[in-house]
């Protein structure tokens, strides 16, 4: 039995693809992101909060409108699945009550997928909303990984799969982990055993501080592009 997963471009098995992220990506919107692992890539735009519907409002809170359409086609039962997941981990971290009988709307359009889908829809959304200066109790960031079947324990696990290493795999999980490590988001599909759930949250734990560190170095820029005065040989002031 082969000791690790090879994979094909070259990667090691807890590394993800070349992370990509921007602020102010989009017009007319209150704030936008763009997120990309790889080639996999997605905008978002957010608004509000803006008047609500009558049939929306909530009087203790604001509504969160989460909306995603796929790179390619038309939105699907796959797509509502994507936009319930988001939803559901944003509202537990969205100090909606700051905003009653309002909403906050998040559009998020896939613009190309190869593999890790929700959690790259994940990332761009909750930055969007970032960028917006919706308060939000922490950030919460996405990443999955990929069951391997007929690979000993030390190679079965991989992060970021590809759409092609998704194919081949017995099971894809992607997990979301809130600025304290707890999982707000967790989808899983496919055959597997409790043991592997437990295992796959625990890479995609470790594979988020990639995420973070990324995103820590793309916030500073964008404070840079915000706030001149802030910038001092190039670092940001704390």
Do not use: W
């Not at 997605?42 to 359409?69: C, F, K, M, N, W």
């Not at 304290?180 to 496919?190: A, C, D, I, K, R």
């Amino acid at each position: 039995m082969p000791s690790t997963y090879k994979r094909q471009d070259g990667r090691k098995s807890g590394e993800a693809r070349t992370l990509s992220a921007g602020f102010a990506t989009l017009p007319r919107t209150d704030g936008s992101s763009s997120f990309a692992f790889g080639p996999t890539s997605a905008v978002a735009g957010a608004h509000g909060p803006i008047e609500s519907r009558l049939s929306q409002e909530h009087p203790d809170r604001a509504t969160l409108e989460v909306t995603y359409l796929p790179a390619a086609g038309i939105a699907d039962t796959r797509s509502r699945v994507v936009e319930g997941s988001i939803r559901g981990a944003l509202e537990s971290l969205c100090l909606l009550g700051q905003y009653p009988r309002t909403l906050i709307q998040v559009a998020i359009q896939g613009v190309a997928t190869e593999g890790a889908e929700l959690a790259t829809a994940a990332n761009a959304a909750t930055l969007a909303l970032m960028d917006a200066g919706i308060p939000m109790k922490t950030l919460f960031l996405t990443t999955s990984c990929a069951v391997m079947e007929g690979f000993d324990q030390a190679g079965h696990l991989i992060l970021d799969p590809s759409s092609e290493e998704a194919k081949e795999a017995t099971s894809v999980h992607t997990v979301g982990f809130d600025g304290s490590g707890q999982v707000v988001l967790l989808s899983s599909v496919g055959d597997f055993t409790q043991e592997q759930l437990l295992e796959a949250i625990e890479v995609c734990r470790g594979g988020i501080t990639q995420v973070q560190e990324y995103i820590r170095t793309r916030v500073s820029d964008r404070m840079r592009d915000l706030y001149p005065v802030l910038r001092d040989e190039g670092n940001v002031k704390a």
